[in-house]
């Protein structure tokens, strides 16, 4: 997918929502888990509920990883049926993976090929080779970790060297990695008071925010101090959306809280 | 397995080698292509060719992750393989993982449950919550990335932050988490000359090393600035080991490269 396309979905449906598919099979329907896969069943109900109100959707792969070679099946299934079904939304794989540059170019294939996802997470830690691998791929982009949304990001993202935060340092250097116009930033919807600054180091630059809901963040502020000419975000929701409900009912819960959501784009977006 | 098992396996063999199993189809002798499961034969061969000179094996997840569900299922039959038949083995998944807290709790049980490797390696930008889900299973350890052997360590690990550089911050923040006695670290033996300030941090934990060979770092170096008096390292060799040979001949290319590894260890550890 071309950034035009992504922000064309966003103009379109008056919506940044991004779906977080963090399938937990101790807190879906109990109906569900007689299906074959019901990790599978559980996220097409949730993307048919949603699709119309969303421009994204952001599978976790721990959540599938945990069930083995079973939810690994799962997750191909379900990046399949939403490639052939919704081909306008924007496909992220939450993986945080990064290595040496022989390895991150595995992790390229197997996200970008293999499982052909439009995007993936990725940690910085390792450096400008571990990250340039997934800058090679054409329409697709690496969505680096920048200032995250948990308490531990204090641990060594706010700390101070060479005068810059060291989240900020990641913003700088990366920005001028090889084809660095693929990459998008995750910046955490708790700390959107930092926003203002990112926005003076990345201004073109998508930024995937998570955090609003259950961890707290504010949307109006993510938008206030986050937001470009071309809206540049990404807001994520993952278990409030998913286990609005978890009876019968889940389908039409997850999609009153997504359409909640997306009331609260549009008149940010107006 | 516990740290004296691992101590005791050490001594036994003369040796502190990890073979990391980075299995790539495009480097793997021709013959084995004809195999059921390529990946698996491939590993199989390499483990029992050298199970004897080393004590840890270490995939590397993007190996798998890249040939998809195929790829997974070569993993787990490995793994299996390697607990069935060499229980006194170390088993690390090199898969650099790390998430906000209930993720990292689902990649802790895809690895130490569902895959029951004996470690995971694991990146440290997400903080305290993202690394000590993964110290709360007994006899399992997290290896978390401090220096690594890259190019690209220089970008942000040897930053200066509050006086320090960064991948000290990482050692002395990570080794007050909580069961912070369950953390292993990797350092590249590339940056040698660093493991002294690093054993003042961290005494007496384990390193896992990686650059020894195909990356140009010195074991002799390695070992006389960084083992303990539980000698404390788990020396890495993967492609100088695994395509020693890309002819029939493989395992023997291989058995040689390890026990020619093994043999200058046993030369360190007399």
Redo the contacts between chains.
């Keep these: 997918m071309t950034l035009d396309q992504l922000y064309h979905q966003i103009q379109k449906k008056k919506s940044f929502l991004c779906v977080g598919l963090?399938v937990d099979l101790e807190k879906i329907p109990a109906h569900l888990l007689q299906e074959d896969d019901p990790i599978f069943a559980f996220a097409k109900a949730i993307i048919d509920a949603t699709h119309d109100l969303c421009v994204a959707y952001k599978p976790?792969t721990?959540?599938f990883?945990?069930?083995?070679?079973k939810g690994?099946?799962s997750l191909?299934k379900i990046i399949k049926y939403l490639n052939e079904n919704y081909p306008d939304h924007f496909t992220i794989a939450?993986a945080?993976?990064?290595?040496?540059?022989n390895?991150?170019t595995?992790?390229a294939?197997?996200f970008f090929e293999?499982?052909n996802f439009d995007s993936v997470t990725i940690?910085?830690?390792?450096?400008?080779?571990?990250?340039e691998p997934f800058l090679a791929f054409k329409d697709k982009y690496a969505i680096l970790?920048a200032l995250?949304?948990?308490?531990?990001?204090?641990?060594?993202?706010t700390?101070?060297?060479?005068a810059l935060p060291?989240y900020q340092?990641?913003l700088k250097?990366a920005s001028q990695y090889k084809n660095s116009d693929r990459l998008m930033y995750v910046v955490g919807a708790t700390k959107a008071e930092y926003l203002k600054e990112i926005r003076q180091i990345v201004p073109d630059s998508f930024l995937l925010v998570p955090g609003v809901g259950a961890q707290g963040g504010s949307l109006e502020e993510v938008y206030k101090y986050g937001a470009n000419d071309r809206v540049g975000l990404l807001v994520n929701s993952s278990r409030g959306i998913l286990y609005a409900s978890q009876e019968e009912d889940f389908e039409d819960a997850a999609r009153a809280e997504a359409f909640e959501l997306q009331q609260a784009m549009e008149a940010l977006l107006d």
Excluded: C, H
């Design positions: 963090d976790n721990a959540f990883e945990a069930y083995g070679v690994w099946q191909e939450d945080k993976r990064g290595d040496i540059g390895t991150s595995r992790y294939k197997a293999q499982l940690a910085p830690y390792m450096g400008k080779d571990g990250v970790l995250t949304s948990n308490a531990g990001a204090y641990d060594y993202q700390l101070t060297a060479d060291v340092q990641v250097t």
